[in-house]
Nanobody, 120 residues
């Protein structure tokens, strides 16, 4: 059974918006938060954004600040990544991640990835 179920990717023109969602089917009290990494063509996988389940604290890579917003719905074990003012350089496969307290994003569970393509 897939633990992290992602949706919301697609093709959009530059300046457009998309919203990604990720639901954790096996979230427990040990899980600290949820976030996204992305891997663009010819690039390494890199952190994008994360949110803490309890405090709601968020963090972003500098390149997406003021354009992307991560938020959550604890009752649904779901986090969302609202992506606005998309740029061609945002084109990537976006991977949802979750991690337990005491570890870091990227060192826990990963989703299957969803493609986001931004055309110029």
């Amino acid at each position: 059974q897939v633990r992290l179920v992602e949706s919301g990717g697609g093709l959009v023109q530059a300046g457009g918006s998309l919203r990604l969602s990720c639901t954790d089917s096996r979230r427990t009290s040990r899980d600290d938060g949820m976030g996204w990494f992305r891997q663009g063509p010819g690039k390494e996988r890199a952190f994008v954004a994360a949110i803490n389940w309890s405090s709601g604290a968020t963090s972003y890579v500098d390149s997406v600040k003021s354009r992307f917003t991560i938020y959550k719905d604890n009752a649904k074990n779901t986090a969302y990544l609202q992506m606005n003012s998309l740029k061609p350089e945002d084109t990537a496969v976006y991977y949802c991640v979750t991690w337990v307290t005491g570890t870091e994003p990227g060192f826990g569970s990963w989703g299957q990835g969803t493609q986001v393509t931004v055309s110029s």
